[in-house]
T-cell receptor, first 117, second 108 residues
Framework: GAVVSQHPSWVICKSGTSVKIECRSL??????MFWYRQFPKQSLMLMAT?????????EQGVEKDKFLINHASLTLSTLTVTSAHPEDSSFYIC?????????????FGPGTRLTVT | RKEVEQDPGPFNVPEGATVAFNCTYS??????FFWYRQDCRKEPKLLMS???SGNEDGRFTAQLNRASQYISLLIRDSKLSDSATYLC?????????FGTGTRLLVSP
């Protein structure tokens, strides 16, 4: 149980275009989803926390107008990278927590590798 | 100063060796502690939680020293399949903070 999927697993896009990444909890209701970014040889950095039905909370230094997060249902959150640039190329990973027994553990999706050319 | 600090390694060890990783954290209000394992180009996977009393899971032993804000992971009888990056992770209020990871390479 507690499976999180992400789509797409990798994407290549041209500079200036927007890319949407989906994160789904497949077998549980995710009240909270987290979006991370990981550059090569660096740690995962939390970008934002989203609770179902409310606006995401962004970490300091993360542009909320550039990284649009929507968490409209208990099983789906999306991250849209708007007007992507080469420096946005990174590994984007989502995680989710649910209710009750799952409350304190985050389940990670397999990640999405974004390359902006 | 980083909130969670780890030696990046790599640690190169032969099969069967015992290897230890250390981690320090700066936020004394941190509530929970974990070791995750991350394989190349994959998501992190929970290896084990870390408790003040110390805990063991097969070949893996984790220790926490709250007074020193120090966490350790000991791997005994290393296997080739243990080659990965080991992430020290600390939880504050709802958020996980990841160290940069320590890379382990186990060779035949």
């Amino acid at each position: 149980g507690a499976v999180v999927s992400q789509h797409p697993s990798w994407v290549i896009c041209k500079s200036g275009t927007s890319v949407k990444i989906e994160c789904r909890s497949l077998d549980f209701q995710a009240t909270t989803m987290f979006w991370y970014r990981q550059f090569p040889k660096q740690s995962l950095m939390l970008m934002a926390t989203s609770n179902e039905g409310s606006k995401a909370t962004y970490e300091q230094g993360v542009e909320k107008d550039k990284f649009l997060i929507n968490h409209a249902s208990l099983t789906l959150s999306t991250l849209t990278v708007t007007s992507a640039h080469p420096e946005d190329s990174s590994f984007y990973i989502c995680s989710a927590t649910g209710t009750s027994a799952l409350l304190y553990e985050q389940y990670f999706g397999p990640g999405t590798r974004l390359t902006v050319t | 100063r980083k909130e969670v600090e780890q030696d990046p390694g790599p640690f190169n060890v032969p099969e069967g060796a015992t290897v230890a990783f250390n981690c320090t954290y700066s936020n004394s209000a941190s509530q929970s502690f974990f070791w995750y394992r991350q394989d190349c180009r994959k998501e992190p996977k929970l290896l084990m939680s870390v408790y003040s009393s110390g805990n063991e899971d097969g070949r893996f032993t984790a220790q926490l020293n709250r007074a020193s804000q120090y966490i350790s992971l000991l791997i005994r009888d290393s296997k080739l399949s243990d080659s990965a990056t080991y992430l020290c992770v600390v939880r504050g209020f709802q958020k996980l903070v990841f160290g940069t990871g320590t890379r382990l390479l186990v060779s035949p």
